[in-house]
């Protein structure tokens, strides 16, 4: 899936841009762009693929991601209301300066920017702290909005609270003809994953023999299909035990694993607990945070 090259739009009296997109603007092709990119969905469920990592968000969801990172965001259609909305923020790194990002006081907004280069996605604490200051941002001009920018960049910095999502030594082999093979692998995994799937069908399904699309997958997303398979069940599983009716063993027919003893181990082995404890402390912290 080739990311195509996205030209964003800076207002020539302005040094970055601030957007809102709602509703049918939601849904992003596989893009990248030489900015950094700050981006807070609101209200809204879906999949995130980020470089050679895929992840299911609910409702909220907020990311850092560097120059040149090639995403896509595709949301659940069906969860989409008037509320659901992403407030999106590109920048390049030296938008401030040269001179003012080698200030010692920049240092630790300098750190982060760096290590955005491989995407990070903030915690849910940063994000309380840091949401209220994003929504100020669209309505805001000038040095008010500047400051508001660094006032954000400055809370990640320092809290440090925030996972890497890019695989280490991540590099994307631009090709006219890898990127349309992995558009229709992703795009047939999300369609597919909740039955048996073969790496003959997906072979086949992009012109490759076997050993051939072995190969070519594991060099473009550094994992093995069946690899990057069981991540994208077991996230999606995640999602189901705190957002579904269902029970542990209609999850897992659900994420396409018809033997349960199988779906255990491979959540086991991803998540390090298992599925119902997985539930259970997640349903734990929410109790704790209604009380708090």
Same mark, same amino acid.
């Given at each position: 899936? &080739?990311?195509?090259?996205?030209?964003?739009?800076?207002?020539?009296?302005?040094?970055?841009?601030? =957007?809102?997109?709602?509703?049918?603007?939601?849904?992003?092709?596989?893009?990248?762009?030489?900015?950094?990119?700050?981006?807070?969905?609101?209200?809204?469920?879906?999949?995130?693929?980020?470089?050679?990592? *895929?992840?299911?968000?609910?409702?909220?969801?907020? *990311?850092?991601?560097?120059?040149?990172?090639?995403?896509?965001?595709?949301?659940?259609?069906?969860?989409?209301?008037?509320?659901?909305?992403?407030?999106?923020?590109?920048?390049?790194?030296?938008?401030?300066?040269?001179?003012?990002?080698?200030?010692?006081?920049?240092?630790?907004?300098?750190?982060?920017?760096?290590?955005?280069? %491989?995407?990070?996605?903030?915690?849910?604490?940063?994000?309380?702290?840091?949401?209220?200051?994003?929504?100020?941002?669209?309505?805001?001009?000038?040095?008010? =909005?500047?400051?508001?920018?660094?006032?954000?960049?400055?809370?990640?910095?320092?809290?440090?609270?925030?996972?890497?999502?890019?695989?280490?030594?991540?590099?994307?082999?631009?090709?006219?003809?890898?990127?349309?093979?992995?558009?229709? *692998?992703?795009?047939? !995994?999300?369609?597919?994953?909740?039955?048996?799937?073969?790496?003959?069908?997906?072979?086949?399904?992009?012109?490759? !023999?076997?050993?051939?699309?072995? &190969?070519?997958?594991?060099?473009?997303? =550094?994992?093995?299909?069946?690899?990057?398979?069981?991540?994208? &069940?077991?996230?999606?599983?995640?999602?189901?035990?705190?957002?579904?009716?269902? %029970?542990?063993?209609?999850?897992?027919? %659900?994420?396409?694993?018809?033997?349960?003893?199988?779906?255990?181990?491979?959540?086991?082995?991803?998540?390090?607990?298992?599925?119902?404890?997985?539930?259970?402390?997640?349903?734990?912290?929410? =109790?704790?945070?209604?009380?708090?």
């Amino acid at each position: 899936m &080739r990311p195509s090259l996205r030209k964003i739009s800076i207002n020539p009296l302005s040094s970055f841009s601030v =957007r809102i997109d709602r509703e049918e603007k939601l849904n992003s092709n596989w893009h990248y762009h030489p900015e950094l990119e700050l981006l807070l969905i609101k209200n809204a469920s879906g999949t995130s693929i980020i470089a050679d990592k *895929v992840e299911h968000f609910n409702s909220t969801y907020l *990311v850092l991601l560097g120059p040149n990172l090639p995403h896509t965001f595709l949301f659940e259609q069906k969860g989409l209301n008037k509320k659901s909305e992403a407030i999106v923020v590109h920048f390049y790194e030296n938008f401030w300066g040269d001179a003012f990002l080698q200030l010692p006081e920049m240092k630790e907004i300098k750190q982060l920017l760096q290590t955005a280069r %491989s995407g990070l996605r903030l915690s849910n604490e940063v994000q309380r702290e840091i949401t209220p200051l994003l929504e100020k941002m669209p309505d805001a001009s000038g040095l008010d =909005r500047m400051l508001l920018l660094i006032k954000i960049l400055k809370i990640a910095a320092q809290k440090k609270d925030y996972a890497i999502i890019a695989s280490k030594g991540f590099v994307y082999d631009i090709s006219d003809e890898n990127d349309i093979r992995i558009k229709k *692998v992703y795009e047939f !995994t999300i369609q597919n994953y909740d039955r048996e799937i073969t790496i003959n069908e997906v072979a086949e399904l992009v012109n490759l !023999t076997k050993e051939s699309f072995c &190969r070519f997958f594991k060099k473009i997303a =550094r994992k093995t299909y069946f690899q990057f398979l069981i991540e994208f &069940r077991i996230g999606m599983a995640c999602r189901m035990l705190v957002e579904s009716n269902l %029970s542990i063993k209609e999850i897992g027919y %659900s994420c396409g694993y018809y033997n349960l003893s199988n779906f255990y181990h491979q959540f086991n082995k991803l998540m390090g607990i298992s599925p119902l404890q997985y539930q259970r402390d997640y349903f734990n912290l929410v =109790r704790e945070s209604e009380v708090a």
